[in-house]
């Protein structure tokens, strides 16, 4: 076990860190790429882009969940967190070349601000304290703010 690591159960549900997290990439994400063209109005839209920064970030969480009592826990997540990043951005990439469009410079900023937000707020998420419906706010609000920037 990792020796930083202290369960204390009354700490918030990585899952739920993630989700929180994947929340505040979705909102950065989604208010940074409004201005830009997007590649396709119907795959690269607000909702989206929410969508996609909650499955990110629920998968973040459950990656935090199972690395962070490891004695390289911190090390292993933000590997692998980095690694995803440029996995994804290597595909973007792919796709620019084969088809152009705009995708690597519209989808490189969004997934960028969301592995970003995921990567450094998880963990420290997960270790705060108070009632587990605490941390789906910041989702409720991430879907209000995709919800008004499609309408808008």
């Known amino acids: 076990m990792a020796e930083d690591y202290v369960y204390d ?14 929340s505040v990439g979705a909102i950065a ?32 969480g459950l990656l935090w969940r199972s690395v962070r009592a490891q004695n390289s826990g911190t090390k292993i997540f933000a590997w692998t967190i980095g690694g995803g990043l440029l996995v994804v951005l290597s595909s973007l990439a792919v796709i620019e070349w084969l088809s152009g469009g705009g995708w690597f410079q519209y989808a490189g900023l969004v997934v960028g601000v969301i592995f970003l937000s995921v990567g450094l707020l998880t963990p420290v998420i997960s270790r705060a304290v108070g009632p587990p419906w605490a941390a789906l706010l910041p989702v409720v609000l991430a879907v209000v703010v995709a919800v008004g920037l499609s309408i808008g």
């Open 9 to 22: 159960p009354r700490s918030v549900n990585p899952v739920l860190a993630g989700l929180a997290a994947g």
């Open 29 to 60: 994400a989604a208010l940074l790429a409004s201005p830009l063209d997007s590649p396709s109005e119907t795959a690269a839209n607000p909702i989206s882009i929410t969508v996609l920064a909650l499955a990110i970030g629920a998968l973040s």
